[in-house]
C-alpha cells in the first residue's frame, strides 16, 4: 500500500500539554460557599471522602475484594 499523500499527525487529546479535550478546564477551584449558605453543611473534608471512595469503590475493583469484607 502506498502512503505517500499521508500526513504524521499527533494527537494531544485535545488541550496543551495533551491531557483532557477540547474545551477541557485543565485547574480549578470549587466554592461551596453558595450551597452552604442553605443549610448544608459537609460530612466529610477532603482526605476522609478520599479514603472512602477509594475504600469502597476502588479497592474491590483493582484487588477483586467483595465490597462486604471492606464494611
Avoid: Q, Y
Avoid at 19 to 46: A, E
Wanted: a positive charge; aromatic letters at 6%.
Amino acid at each position: 500500500m502506498k502512503s505517500s499523500n499521508i500526513e504524521k499527525v499527533s494527537i494531544t487529546s485535545g488541550t496543551d500539554g495533551g491531557r483532557g479535550w477540547k474545551g477541557d478546564v485543565k485547574n480549578m477551584l470549587l466554592d461551596i460557599g453558595k450551597i452552604k449558605t442553605l443549610g448544608w453543611k459537609p460530612k466529610h473534608n477532603t482526605e476522609p471522602a478520599i479514603a472512602k471512595i477509594v475504600k469502597k469503590c476502588l479497592l474491590p475493583v483493582l484487588f477483586e475484594i467483595p465490597s462486604f469484607l471492606l464494611a
